[in-house]
């Protein structure tokens, strides 16, 4: 009951905040500290790193304008924030799939969004490869905003202050495809997620270190889930079958390869900040961490494609249920979902 007060009261506060918001629409205040890409001392080097679109605070500033602009979807309605809440470590809290213009639902469950510059393919089934044209998908998309980058591109040559915007942050007025998707990836590339109590602990910071049950459930973890949840991103980036259905009514990734030995299969979902990104699975069908972990424990179906390591699925007693789901909540980091400098205002 108390998580579910939390909950409502955050949407509350949010909505309250976005109708701030929507009065000062034209107003964009410049970060007056400087816009920097930061790499966790426990992170690789990432896959992107601006050397073809150099960050910069007003860059940042647009992109983050932009990634909030409602009036860029068809119907006004929705804009990029509105899928992806940052409440939420920026998915969408409380929906299966996405909801776009018209009340539309899509067909999978919003992903969240940060450490995007470490990842070479997005989406559930991995069909873009490059994260500054990642935003095409949900600006195209009839479910998500429904328009096309040309009208985009036109509502904001004839739309104050885009104009001065763009010429502060690229020194011309012009506006074009390519401009508003790099100013975007400015801002969502900037979003790194790294300094949860995992992170802490294995950076050995102020003495942080795990309770006896996180550290069980740690130990439980590297042992029966990061053949797939690999360390630091609690992913691999590969697409697997983990047995939800017997015969899956999503294609999944095969929808990109035309593999017969795709089907069915999807990216696995990093595993930060999974606190706050229920629902869960490419469908939104879990709702608790409870459900994921049951499913595992004794839910899996033996798909045609099901991944060789859930054969057997991953039995855990009731104390060990409860020492993992310990070890996942020292994945959240809520020093990057209450960053004011990701907020709408």
Request: hydrophobic share 35%.
């Amino acid at each position: 009951m108390l998580r579910k007060i939390t909950v409502i009261a955050v949407l509350l506060i949010s909505i309250a905040m976005m109708y701030a918001c929507s009065k000062n629409e034209d107003e964009l205040t410049p970060e007056e500290k400087k816009i920097t890409f930061s790499v966790p001392a426990n992170f690789p080097a990432p896959a992107y790193n601006f050397e073809d679109n150099k960050l910069t605070n007003a860059g940042f500033a647009l992109g983050k304008k932009l990634f909030y602009e409602a009036r860029l979807s068809a119907d006004k309605s929705v804009s990029c924030g509105s899928c992806h809440q940052q409440f939420a470590a920026f998915t969408q809290l409380d929906h299966k799939v996405s909801h776009g213009v018209n009340n539309c639902q899509g067909k999978r469950n919003t992903p969240p969004l940060f450490n995007l510059a470490w990842q070479k393919a997005f989406f559930w089934d991995g069909g873009v490869k490059n994260i500054e044209t990642s935003p095409l998908n949900a600006i195209t998309d009839a479910c998500e905003m429904g328009t096309d980058i040309q009208t985009i591109v036109a509502f904001l040559k004839n739309t104050a202050p885009y104009p001065d915007l763009f010429k502060q942050a690229f020194g011309s007025t012009e506006i074009n495809s390519q401009l508003i998707l790099k100013s975007i990836t400015q801002f969502t590339a900037v979003l790194v997620s790294g300094n949860s109590k995992y992170d802490k602990v294995m950076r050995k910071e102020s003495g942080t270190s795990f309770t006896p049950t996180e550290q069980a459930g740690y130990n439980l973890f590297k042992e029966k889930c990061t053949g797939c949840h690999a360390e630091p991103f609690f992913t691999d980036f590969s697409y697997r079958s983990n047995g939800l259905d017997l015969v899956s009514s999503d294609e999944g990734r095969s929808h990109i390869t035309g593999l017969a030995s795709d089907f069915g299969k999807f990216r696995v979902p990093t595993l930060r900040n999974i606190e706050y990104t229920s629902p869960y699975m490419h469908d939104g069908r879990f709702y608790s961490l409870d459900e994921v972990i049951e499913h595992y424990n004794s839910g899996v179906k033996a798909s045609a494609n099901l991944d060789a390591q859930l054969k057997n699925g991953i039995p855990l007693s009731s104390t060990e249920k409860e020492q993992i789901k310990a070890f996942l909540k020292t994945l959240t980091d809520n020093e990057f979902i209450k960053n004011t400098l990701y907020s709408e205002s």
